[in-house]
């Protein structure tokens, strides 16, 4: 059953959010992220929630309706579901989808978002998203982790060298977030040594 878009109150935006690292959970694409984030008290609390953040792009895709993908004949539509619906591309459980009802077709935020190449060090070529898989006795494997791959799910293909790969190991599991921080500290004034703070 689908449930009609929520959000009825005017975000605020955060340059970070509060954490360490400034790394937070996007309630749309559930994907870890970092940097500037929208929040929402109001709906977060009427979720039972104590936090309400949507990334950069989910803001966006929040306000839009539908969108055109490459990987469907038909316009999606932005929907938010109560019940089990899986993606069309990864597999994965999804909540907040562009979707065509018509054709059972549901894409997670983080699928829209894949771009349509991509490049590794393996390959010298640049990579294509391809949305389907052409049979293969030798089975399925991704080259670059040497691990199954699925069939049914979007991977990232060179046609010039028969170079395929799961998406994951070309955008990363955590795309949006850069490892490792700094800390910024005032230095004691009891230093003896002008070059080399305490």
Partial sequence: MLLPLLHQHQFTLLSKAPYIGGVFQCY????FNQGFTYTCEECASSKGETVFYLDRQCSAYWDNKALKHDSHVHRLLNTEWDEDVHCS???CNIFF???CKRCE???CIPC???????RHRYDDHPLKLTYTSVPDELGYY???CEGTRDPAHWFYRCDDCDFDCHAH???GRYPQV???STCKHEARSSCSTPRHPC
């Fill in 28 to 31: 749309m694409c559930n994907a």
């Fill in 89 to 91: 591309s990864c597999g």
């Fill in 97 to 99: 989808c562009f979707s």
């Fill in 105 to 107: 077709y549901h894409l």
């Fill in 112 to 118: 829209v978002r894949l771009p349509l190449t991509g």
């Fill in 142 to 144: 991704c080259q670059i």
């Fill in 169 to 171: 190991c070309i955008v």
């Fill in 178 to 180: 850069k490892l490792g």
